[in-house]
């Protein structure tokens, strides 16, 4: 199963001797991603917000309810739809829910918090070549009291460095309010706080800047154009390169120039990043890259002088944390559609490329190894991959991704 670029960085890491160094140089070389540039590379998304329910009232998706007073994962507060596959997984990291599996045993998750869950999936996008990860920072999350989430970051650094990876804060703009919270003072502070995680050789730059990307200006209603007009230029100032995550018709919002529209803070991106998860299902693809993807997003970031990031998600489903939602929304179609957009991004050539998501069980969009449909618990309604797929398929096809376009970009 594992690919030897994997076991040649492990095995140079646990060796230390200068003889075995050497003999290593030309793997770990072809093993450690540049992190000057995110030109023709892969990242994944990393939500990192599956924590143990009801132990720390951290954010946790295994669940939608914090308080469930049986201290178990019961089917009404189920707040995903795919079940991970744990092989791997360090025990300790695990705890039972209440799910039955196929032989009577109960489905095991994993708690984010612990720090060899955050080891195994870096090590997952190294053995694959997957560039690395945009690590998600919820606003509403940002001052936890515990500290939860810089205890995931930190991990998530370590495991960069380790396994050769880059990495990303990305701030996910849901929980900000332009009326009850200075949003540009909140994200200078806290970078200011992060700064020993964003000093790792494993963080990525862009022309020469370190990179942060802002996801959901113009999508997070409760932030106004005039405050993100003072987010991006304050974070600009403080020198970084910033890539903004935009809602998917963001072109036609700015040439519209509408009052009251995002085209003024668009424009003083570096990077646009059109959302696309949901806009689109296997049949009208192609229409979508022909046309939106290829012409509009193009010309109009040709014509603001900006940089782009394409965004790819192998289907999605997310009814067990919104019951009014279709069970399998958009199916994956056994990654012939996952496999179509890869393809469709590659051709246009994009800086990089954005898998949503690596972990997203919740929604269904997870890339990484989740359970087959024979393999699912009995007693809960879950989505599970095809029962002739490799569990890693998804995570083939981003990797081989990564190759065609850092092929691409080589090319020039
Ligand atoms: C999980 O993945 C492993 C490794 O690919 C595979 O051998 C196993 O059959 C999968 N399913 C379960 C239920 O563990
Ligand atoms: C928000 O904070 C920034 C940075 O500290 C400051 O420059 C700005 O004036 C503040 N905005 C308001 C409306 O207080
Ligand atoms: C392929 O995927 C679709 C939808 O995800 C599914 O309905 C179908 O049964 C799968 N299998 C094959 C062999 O097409």
Redesign the pocket.
């Known amino acids: 199963m594992l690919p030897s670029r994997w076991i040649k960085v492990v095995s140079f890491l646990r060796v230390g001797s200068c003889i075995a160094v050497l003999a290593q140089e030309d793997s770990l070389q072809a093993s450690i991603i540049d992190r000057s540039t995110l030109d023709g590379k892969l990242f994944v998304g990393y939500q990192a917000w599956f924590r143990k329910p009801f132990e720390d009232n951290g954010n946790s998706h295994w669940t939608t309810s914090l308080s469930d007073p049986g201290l178990t994962l019961i089917h009404y507060v189920v707040g995903v739809d795919m079940v991970p596959n744990i092989t791997g997984y360090p025990e300790e990291c695990l705890f039972d829910t209440s799910f039955t599996l196929p032989d009577g045993k109960p489905a095991q998750f994993y708690t984010n918090d612990c720090e060899w869950v955050v080891d195994l999936h870096f090590s997952m996008m190294a053995n694959y070549g997957i560039s690395g990860a945009f690590i998600q920072r919820f606003y509403g999350y940002i001052n936890e009291a515990n500290g939860g989430w810089v205890n995931i970051l930190n991990y998530a650094k370590t495991a960069a460095e380790k396994y050769g990876r880059g990495f990303v804060i990305e701030y996910d703009l849901n929980g900000a309010a332009t009326g009850s919270t200075n949003v540009t003072d909140t994200f200078l502070a806290d970078l200011e706080a992060l700064s020993s995680i964003t000093s790792s050789p494993a963080y990525m730059h862009q022309n020469g800047k370190p990179v942060l990307e802002i996801w959901g200006l113009g999508i997070v209603t409760e932030v106004t154009v005039d405050d993100g007009i003072a987010i991006v230029t304050a974070l600009k100032n403080a020198g970084w390169y910033v890539i903004l995550g935009v809602q998917q018709a963001w072109h036609a919002e700015l040439a519209a120039d509408q009052p009251g529209g995002f085209g003024p803070v668009y424009k003083l991106a570096h990077m646009i990043q059109p959302w696309t998860v949901g806009s689109y299902d296997v049949n009208n693809y192609d229409e979508f890259h022909d046309g939106r993807q290829a012409i509009e997003d193009r010309n109009a970031l040709q014509q603001l002088g900006l940089e782009s990031s394409i965004v790819v998600w192998p ?1 999605g489903s997310s009814s067990n944390a919104n019951p009014s939602e279709v069970f ?1 929304h958009f ?4 990654g ?2 996952y496999q179509k957009q890869l393809d469709g991004a590659i051709s246009l050539k994009p800086n990089f490329i954005f898998g949503a998501m690596f972990d997203e069980v919740n929604e269904g969009t997870a890339i990484f190894p989740v359970l087959r449909n024979r393999e699912l618990p009995t007693n809960q309604r879950f989505l599970g991959i ?1 029962d ?1 797929m490799e569990p890693d398929i998804y995570l083939k096809k981003a990797g081989d991704a990564a190759s065609k376009l850092a092929a691409a970009w080589q090319g020039d």
């Open positions: 289907g399998d199916p994956r179609w056994n012939t559609f095809d002739d």
